[in-house]
């Protein structure tokens, strides 16, 4: 019962950005979005998240538009390390909650 | 590195046979998640633990058990063993179980995994 929609898979240049889309079309007031990463079956790893305004940290960039109804992160330089499948993800995140990971976006950067 | 740890990395058993994951949340965290991740299911939810307690549960089976100690770690018992049961099994921590204590997020930190193998 994921709530997100993402690309089954993008190709990014090694050194470029890489923006991965995310559609939430039915996200309500307050859940947040949130990314993962999962390099090669380790465990998966938090990036960022965000409730409505954009969000930046030390790993990537999240943009949420307006009406909240989609996000996309941004990995302003990738590497091949970069390489991952990429989970987006929206939830209250509150008491008992419980992440639903989809099939996610597989990213592969190439040099 | 995340801080939570899980042990063993590797577990190789036969069906009907009874194993124990162990999980060690990150330092102050109160939280710990279990969930499953197999080829055909992707990652799904198991169960959770705050502070000694169960908090919510997700499609985890009969067979399957699990608690949280004093100390905080958290172990998951899987029994009676079957072939399906072979799956990467993942712990998660966070620092509670959410609420306005954390204005409303509760980000989960990931271990390492366990991959369980039942031939």
């Known amino acids: 019962d994921a709530k997100t929609t993402q690309p089954p898979s993008m190709d990014c240049a090694e050194g470029r950005a890489a923006n991965l889309p995310c559609n939430h079309s039915t996200i309500s007031g307050n859940e947040y979005v949130y990314w993962y990463r999962q390099i090669h079956s380790q465990g998966p790893q938090y990036i960022i998240h965000?409730?409505?305004n954009n969000e930046t940290n030390e790993m990537a960039s999240l943009i949420i538009t307006e009406d909240r109804k989609s996000s996309t992160l941004i990995l302003p330089h990738a590497t091949l390390r970069d390489t991952a499948v990429y989970y987006c993800?929206?939830?209250?995140?509150?008491?008992?909650?419980?992440?639903?990971f989809g099939a996610g976006t597989i990213l592969r950067v190439k040099s | 590195d995340s801080g939570v740890t899980q042990t063993p990395k590797h577990l190789i058993t036969a069906t009907g046979q009874r194993v124990t994951l162990r999980c060690s949340p990150r330092?102050?965290?109160?939280?710990v998640y279990w969930y499953q991740q197999s080829l055909d299911q992707g990652l799904q939810f198991l169960i959770q633990?705050?502070?000694?307690?169960?908090?919510a549960k997700g499609n985890i089976l009969e067979r399957f058990s699990a608690q949280q100690f004093p100390d905080l770690h958290s172990e998951l018992n899987l029994s009676s063993l079957e072939l399906g049961d072979s799956a990467l099994y993942f712990c998660?921590?966070?620092?509670?179980?959410?609420?306005?204590?954390?204005?409303?997020?509760?980000?989960?930190?990931f271990g390492p995994g366990t991959r369980l193998t039942v031939l």
């Open positions: 330092s102050g965290d109160l939280s």
């Open positions: 633990y705050y502070n000694g307690e169960e908090r």
């Open positions: 993800i929206v939830t209250i995140m509150e008491y008992g909650n419980k992440l639903v």
């Open positions: 998660a921590s966070s620092v509670d179980a959410g609420g306005s204590g954390s204005g409303g997020t509760d980000t989960q930190y």
């Open positions: 965000g409730l409505k």
